[in-house]
C-alpha cells in the first residue's frame, strides 16, 4: 500500500505487507507495522517507526527521529541534526549532514555519521562506526565488539558499564597495539574495542581522549592519546592503572 501526506502534520501507518509511506511536508509520524517499508520523512520534523520486516527509512529535511525496530534496516538521516536508532538486527545507520546521534543496540551494524559533530552509542552486539568529519563522540558499552573508523576532528571515546549502579576503572581495561590499530577490552567481559589506524602514520585516525562515564568523580579517568603511544607491536595487553596515572 501507498500512502502519501500534505503539506500538514499527519499520522500514516501501514499494513501488514510491504507499504511505501510518503510524509512530504510538516512534522507527520510514519508507523510501519511487518512487511519490508519504504518510508520518506519528507520535510519537517518527523518521527518514523519502521517496527517489523527489513525496512528503509529516510528522513529527508528536517530535524528527524527514526527507529528501525525489528529486522534488518537502512536508516538515513538526510540534513538536519537527526536520531537513528536501530534493533534487533544488523542495520545500516547513515546520518549526513548535521549534528547526528546514532544508537546500534544489538546485531552487526554500521554507523557513518557524515558531516558534523556527531553522537555514537554501541550497546551489545558487533558494530563498525566510521567518520570523516567533525568532532565526534563515541560511547561503548562493555562487552560489545566495536570498530570505529574515524578520520578527523577532536574526537573522544567514553567506556560505560550496562549497569548504571557499577563503574568501570583504569584497573578493568587493557591495552593492546596490534599493527596500526589500538585495542582495548575489559576484565570480564567478551568483546573489544578497536581503533583502527591509531598507530598510522596518519595521526587523523586517532581519538584524543578516552574517558569514563564519570571522569570527576574521585574514581573517574581521563586519558589522553600520549599515554598509549608507548605501546609497541607484539607487546602483551597493558593495565590502563600501569600506563596513566589517576
Known amino acids: 500500500m501507498r500512502k502519501s501526506g500534505t503539506a500538514a502534520s499527519e499520522i500514516l501507518t501501514g499494513t501488514r505487507a510491504a507499504d511505501i509511506l510518503l510524509g512530504l511536508a510538516g512534522d507527520d509520524m510514519l508507523l510501519g507495522k511487518a512487511g519490508d517499508d519504504l518510508f520518506r520523512g519528507g520535510g519537517g520534523a518527523d518521527l518514523i517507526h519502521g517496527d517489523g520486516g527489513h525496512d528503509r527509512l529516510f528522513g529527508d529535511a528536517g530535524e528527524d527521529i527514526l527507529f528501525g525496530d525489528r529486522g534488518d534496516d537502512r536508516i538515513r538521516g538526510g540534513d538536519g541534526n537527526d ?10 545507520l547513515l546520518g549526513d549532514g548535521g549534528d547526528d546521534r546514532l544508537f546500534s543496540i544489538t546485531g552487526k551494524d554500521r554507523l557513518k555519521g557524515g558531516a558534523g559533530d556527531d553522537y555514537y552509542e554501541i550497546g551489545r552486539g558487533h558494530a563498525t562506526a566510521v567518520d570523516r568529519a567533525g568532532n565526534d563522540e563515541y560511547k561503548i558499552h562493555a562487552g560489545s565488539t566495536v570498530t ?16 548504571s549502579d557499577l563503574t568501570l576503572t583504569v584497573s578493568d581495561m587493557l591495552f593492546q597495539r596490534l599493527g596500526d590499530d589500538l585495542v582495548i577490552t575489559i576484565d570480564g567481559y567478551r568483546g573489544q574495542t578497536t581503533i583502527a589506524h591509531f598507530y598510522g602514520e596518519d595521526e587523523t585516525h586517532r581519538i584524543e ?3 569514563d562515564e564519570n571522569p570527576d568523580e574521585p574514581t573517574g579517568y581521563s586519558l589522553e592519546i600520549e599515554s598509549v603511544l608507548r605501546l609497541y607491536d607484539g607487546d602483551p595487553a597493558v593495565r590502563g592503572s600501569d600506563i596513566w596515572e589517576l
Open 83 to 92: 536520531v537513528l536508532v536501530g534493533g534487533p538486527g544488523d542495520d545500516v
Open 148 to 163: 570505529i573508523n574515524d578520520r578527523t576532528g577532536n574526537d573522544r571515546l567514553i567506556i560505560a558499564h550496562h549497569d
Open 209 to 211: 581522549r578516552i574517558r
